[in-house]
């Protein structure tokens, strides 16, 4: 059995391979420059330098050509154990040298890692058995770096395949993007579009049918925002401080008569006692009487005479204020009941939208403005469907286009491939492009199907069944 396995940028050729029975390979998407390998498996040291293009490897079975791939699979993060290290020694080193493309180099910047000489990257595992426990470290240009890091390396790099991994090729999600990648910026451009219109309509669909699932809700939200709204309309919210006076007025309705009472009281005491009591206005008159008189004889009480003086005045409003108040107080059993009615009502408006009048009024504002919102929903169900049938033709319109963009090129690549055949002697080879319409996804519209003949005499056929074996 011959094993054959390539290293290089460009996708491996039947020329270039000739005649083998089976196999595997490895598609290096930069270039591969050496590999040093040191007591790996079966091989204790091994320093190989490739050259550019195709290089291939052929020998017997154990020859060891699969140890080769297997170092290549092991420096990129490819599983290992104990058992990978060279039996009698404890340590494997795996080291390549790859010299990368520019779309990489910002990828490389992005993890803090240098490259030598601006295009090479030295990628080295090191294997260790210690007290019969096993490590592995990775080192990019020196640097110690974590798995994920080598993973997201890895799967730049490398794609290795094996015997039998050729039913990959029958796949039409593959064959359309392989399509798409040969027609170029172009065509991945119109895909891009494609993705975005789709997206779109997806989002407006759903948009639609919540819309519709949420129209029985709705209704009966609009029923009971109604019923809401017109109780609190009732109540003639205007004054977020109502219920506080009106529990003050309360207080002053409910005590009319202690209230009337204890002013009079306060009015004698003050101002004018009618019971034979001096009252605080006429002492502090005959204090500035006498006050007066001193100060004719000290000019220092002056600032005395100034503050009796003061303070009689104010006594003396103070009474005639408590005064009036006292004879302006009028009992109104029917006022007193309107405004515990009152108070009842905003107790039990509260109690059910807010815990104070000031919430309960931010409520009704904005169950307004919902109720509003809700009510324009017939407006809104017929604008969304409106925009989903706008981006439906979007859709239908760029999957279009995108299909126009692949037939063109399908037709190139069918050319293109014919003409790659001739030179191996595979004239009668037919190849051709099938494109299906198909329900609109991210990637188009378009079911991608290479068929293949290889006798004039044979009907084409579906490279999946080719692949696969099929007849």
Known sequence: MVYDFKLSREPIGLKELGRVDYGQFATIDYMLISLRIENFALIDHLDLELGPGLNV????????KSIILDAVDA?????????????????????????????????????EIDLVDGSLVVCCRELVVNQDKFRSKSRLNGILVSRT??????????????????????????QREWLDLYGGSNTIGLRERVSEAYTRAREVQNALQKRRQDSQQRLQRIDLLQYQIKELQ??????????????????????????????YGIYQALYQNDKGEVAAADLLSRAET????????????????????????QVTEAGQQIGRYGEQLESDPERLQEVEDRIADLKQICRKYGQTLAEVMDYYSAIEEELVQLEDGENSLETLEKAYSEAQGELKQACDLLRGEREKIARGLEIHLIQELKPLAMDSVRFQV???????????????????????????????????GGK
Not at 241 to 251: A, F, N
Not at 290 to 313: F, G, K, N, T
């Open 290 to 313: 006498v006050l007066r008189d001193l100060v004719e004889y000290d000019s220092q009480l002056q600032p005395i005479l100034a503050m009796v003086e003061d303070a009689l005045a």
């Open 434 to 468: 099938e494109i299906t319409p198909t329900s609109p996804s991210p990637m188009g519209a378009d079911q991608i199907q290479f068929c293949l003949s290889p006798n004039p005499g044979e009907p084409i056929q579906p490279l999946s069944e080719t692949a696969s």
């Open 149 to 174: 890091i080598i993973d997201g390396l890895r799967d730049r790099f490398v794609e290795i395949t094996a015997q039998g991994q050729t039913v990959q090729l029958g796949k039409p999600a593959l």
């Open 75 to 111: 420096v990129l993060g490819g599983k290992v154990d104990r058992r990978s290290i060279r039996t009698g020694c404890d340590r494997a080193i795996l080291e390549a040298c790859f010299e990368v493309n520019p779309d990489l180099i910002d990828w490389f910047r992005e993890q």
């Open 234 to 263: 009732n109540a003639n919210l205007t004054d977020a401080g109502e219920l506080d006076e009106l529990q003050q007025e309360q207080q002053r309705l409910s005590h009319v008569v202690e209230l009337q009472h204890q002013s």
């Open 57 to 64: 490897f052929t020998g017997e079975t154990g020859a060891g």
